[in-house]
């Protein structure tokens, strides 16, 4: 499995305040995304990264922004966190080049009070 | 737009017993197809990698079939025992440069010792 470190895995916050989610892999993976994960909805794509500083938006990327400034690291935040961005965040590398093959880190529960 | 549907969305069986998971999805046009365990809390554990030009992959007491013209996937798995509890996601990839996983709602599985 790929080393992929997720933090903080729980956080607890109130509407209106900025937050910050880090993704850190050992892997030296070019690809990483983040999905969030919803009861209801599945798994859906928000940002995702094809190298430092090369990011594109997924399928519900409104109110997330994101950062790729080394390869082993991938941030997402929220500049004003919503309730309806109370959710599990994931985090998933990929090398892309041969199998195509994702891997993911072990989540970051999110509450948005 | 990919639609991934996974039916059942959930499936209580005997320890001991074959049982088979399904997967289907609306556009045959992939670059390969994933499945996953989840264990409540937990992250994505990559279970099975099937390439777009591949009619199945095994692992141990799994067998993944991909029927890309028809839009289906089956997930196969034999003498199933109460560890294999765990909830069972197959996610499509459409290829092109950035391999973005759609993935279906799961299917909860439960074996009962």
């Known amino acids: 499995d790929a080393g992929i470190t997720q933090s903080p895995r729980h956080k607890v916050t109130e509407t209106g305040t900025p937050v910050t989610l880090r993704c850190h892999q050992t892997?030296?993976?070019?690809?990483m995304y983040w999905y969030r994960q919803d009861p209801g909805h599945g798994l859906r794509l928000i940002h995702y990264?094809?190298?430092?500083?090369?990011?594109d938006k997924g399928e519900v990327s409104d109110g997330y922004s994101v950062s790729r400034s080394k390869t082993e690291d991938f941030l997402l935040t929220l500049e004003s966190a919503t309730s309806s961005q109370t959710s599990v965040y994931f985090c998933?590398?990929?090398?892309?080049?041969?199998?195509?093959?994702?891997?993911f880190g072990e989540g970051s529960r999110l509450t948005v009070l | 737009k990919q639609e991934v549907t996974q039916i059942p969305a959930a499936l209580s069986v005997p320890e001991g017993e074959n049982l088979v998971l399904n997967c289907s999805f609306t556009d045959s046009a992939i670059y390969n197809l994933q499945w996953f365990r989840q264990d409540p809390g937990k992250g994505l554990t990559s279970l099975l990698l099937i390439q777009s030009s591949q009619r199945e992959q095994t692992s141990g007491r799994l067998n993944a079939s991909l029927d890309k013209s028809s839009g289906r996937s089956t997930l196969y798995i034999a003498a199933s025992q109460p560890g294999d509890s765990a909830t069972y996601l197959c996610a499509v990839n459409r290829g092109g440069s950035n391999y973005k996983l759609t993935f279906g709602k799961g299917t909860l599985l439960t074996v009962n010792p």
């Open positions: 998933a590398t990929g090398l892309a080049a041969n199998t195509g093959e994702l891997f």
């Open positions: 990264s094809y190298g430092v500083k090369d990011t």
């Open positions: 892997e030296n993976h070019r690809y």
